[in-house]
T-cell receptor, first 113, second 114 residues
């Protein structure tokens, strides 16, 4: 499974756009990129998933360059309630290895008023 | 739908005691998993199941047993608790047994072993 690297923490202010980048230099052809969000004292929550280019949903956008060695989670106009830990995961789209989704330590995003 | 439920929310055990953490989901998901989360270490996969009667080991299976007799339930058993098993335990499920990228997590069980 590809190893991921994220910043340990980031700070932002309300109303700003936040971009969290994840490095996955050893990503394989069959690997998909998934992001989760975790609030204190809660289980993680799925945010978004992608394979290449750009994916957007009601919560966030995911940008993946052509070489796929990194990905960027973009949160538009964050609020205090976006303060959480964000995890980047990489796993292949076939059974066996995919069943073992591995969470790293994530990025703690702190949003200030 | 209640989603994924876990009981108990909190538990204190003495070293050597046994207990079962309960996990249930009402979404008819075939895939279920157990994670533990320790401070500064993210989540680590303990065991998972792709359907009733099928279980497999994750990253840190030692000291834990699981079984899956029904689609809805996936209990995690600690046979002889150790202080190293003090952690927050999360159960999760997914509608896709082959590509379980989108998992729904329960609220967690905070376990302390003294």
């Amino acid at each position: 499974l590809a190893k991921t690297t994220q910043p340990i923490s980031m700070d932002s202010y309300e109303g700003q756009e936040v971009n969290i980048t994840c490095s996955h230099n050893n990503i394989a052809t069959n690997d998909y990129i998934t992001w989760y969000q975790q609030f204190p004292s809660q289980g993680p929550r799925f945010i978004i998933q992608g394979y290449k280019t750009k994916v957007t949903n009601e919560v966030a956008s995911l940008f993946i360059p052509a070489d796929r060695k990194s990905s960027t989670l973009s949160l538009p106009r964050v609020s205090l309630s976006d303060t959480a830990v964000y995890y980047c995961l990489v796993a292949p789209n076939y059974g066996g290895a995919t069943n073992k989704l591995i969470f790293g330590t994530g990025t703690l995003l702190a949003v200030q008023p | 739908n209640a989603g994924v439920t876990q009981t108990p929310k909190f538990q204190v055990l003495k070293t050597g005691q046994s207990m079962t953490l309960q996990c249930a989901q009402d979404m008819n998901h075939e895939y279920m998993s157990w994670y533990r989360q320790d401070p500064g270490m993210g989540l680590r996969l303990i065991h998972y199941s792709v359907g009733a009667g099928i279980t497999d080991q994750g990253e840190v299976p030692n000291g834990y047993n699981v079984s899956r007799s029904t689609t809805e339930d996936f209990p995690l058993r600690l046979l002889s608790a150790a202080p190293s098993q003090t952690s927050v335990y999360f159960c999760a499920s997914s509608h896709d047994r082959f590509f379980p990228y989108e998992q729904y997590f329960g609220p967690g069980t905070r376990l302390t072993v003294t």
